[in-house]
């Protein structure tokens, strides 16, 4: 029984002199993100940004109280999940999840050209309830999770630019050149890629409502292009049916006229028919007449 004591003692000094740490796993940026990939993550000026951040509790039997998460950014500000009124506390080898929300701002961020870099941060008090002291924080860097993504926000010009220029190269993949067989439909469609063209220069010179104006302005000469092409083929299919329709009508008068001929020819071949019959039954009475008189010839008494 001592030595368990001493044992005991010494196992609850060791936890309280030991640096115990808070394991911030990995976070997740959730939707409606623009982009998710090639190491960013980018953001509406606007929309609504979340970030999960789980915090397993691996080293504090007592449990951890946790009372602000905090994405700490590299332009000077901070967002913060703060639940200094509502302590949350992670049981021991329990793992709990927090969610960062705040709207992004493409004037905080400055410039879409500018990939920010941050620091996660979890603060640590001393206590769920009464009066609270913060005993330590601890943070994880942006690039430790993996794969690891900078923050950015588009303006709201931009991000619309950049859906338009998606909706632009739908419509160039699904009705390609070769499509159009109209001469006017052809050139709008032509039209459209050269107002295209000029959106993607903009783009690129970051000069976004230009941009903006300009796919608007290629996706309406696509859909009259597409209208234009529409009229003409439903013109183009009424001609064809048109001419097969006459062509039809054609061949139903020769096949009257056939049928016509058709039965004079039998007509004819009943008549001839019947004329056979008749000077078939005029030779066979020439021939009975033959027969009797031969007959009549051979009986008649010969004369003294």
């Known amino acids: 029984m001592i030595l368990f004591s001493v044992l005991l003692c010494a196992l609850f000094s060791m936890s309280a002199i030991s640096p115990a740490q808070a394991n911030i796993e990995e976070w997740t940026w959730l939707p409606p993100?623009?982009?998710?990939?090639?190491?960013?993550?980018?953001?509406?000026?606007?929309?609504?940004?979340?970030?999960?951040?789980?915090?397993e509790n691996d080293a504090y039997w007592n449990g951890l109280n946790v009372s602000k998460v905090i994405i700490g950014f590299d332009w000077g500000q901070n967002k913060t999940l703060d639940l200094s009124a509502n302590i949350k506390q992670v049981g021991w080898d329990e793992t709990e999840i927090f969610t960062v929300s705040f709207t992004a701002d493409a004037t905080e961020a400055v410039s879409s050209d500018w990939a920010h870099e941050y620091t996660i941060y979890v603060e640590r008090v001393n206590a769920t309830t009464g009066p609270t002291e913060i005993v330590g924080t601890w943070s994880r860097l942006w690039s430790w999770a993996s794969p690891a993504y900078k923050f950015v926000v588009f303006s709201t010009d931009q991000a619309d630019a950049l859906d338009l220029s998606a909706e632009y190269g739908s419509y160039?993949?699904?009705?390609?050149?070769?499509?159009?067989?109209?001469?006017?439909?052809?050139?709008?469609?032509?039209?459209?890629?050269?107002?295209?063209?000029?959106?993607?220069?903009?783009?690129?010179?970051?000069?976004?409502?230009?941009?903006?104006?300009q796919y608007e302005t290629a996706l309406d000469l696509y859909d009259q292009a597409l209208t234009a092409e529409r009229v003409w083929r439903t013109k183009v299919e009424e001609a064809e049916l048109s001419v097969i329709l006459t062509e039809a009508?054609?061949?139903?008068?020769?096949?009257?006229a056939a049928m016509v001929e058709a039965e004079a020819a039998m007509k004819q071949a009943d008549a001839a028919v019947n004329q056979s019959y008749a000077w078939i039954l005029f030779g066979l009475g020439f021939t009975f007449m033959g027969i009797a008189t031969i007959i009549y010839a051979a009986k008649k008494p010969k004369a003294a």
């Open 249 to 256: 009508e054609a061949a139903m008068k020769e096949a009257d």
């Open 172 to 213: 160039y993949s699904a009705y390609p050149a070769t499509y159009f067989t109209n001469v006017n439909a052809s050139q709008l469609r032509g039209q459209a890629v050269i107002e295209a063209s000029l959106g993607a220069t903009y783009y690129t010179r970051g000069e976004y409502a230009s941009a903006k104006a």
């Open 33 to 55: 993100y623009i982009k998710k990939g090639d190491g960013v993550v980018v953001y509406r000026h606007g929309s609504t940004v979340k970030l999960i951040v789980p915090v």
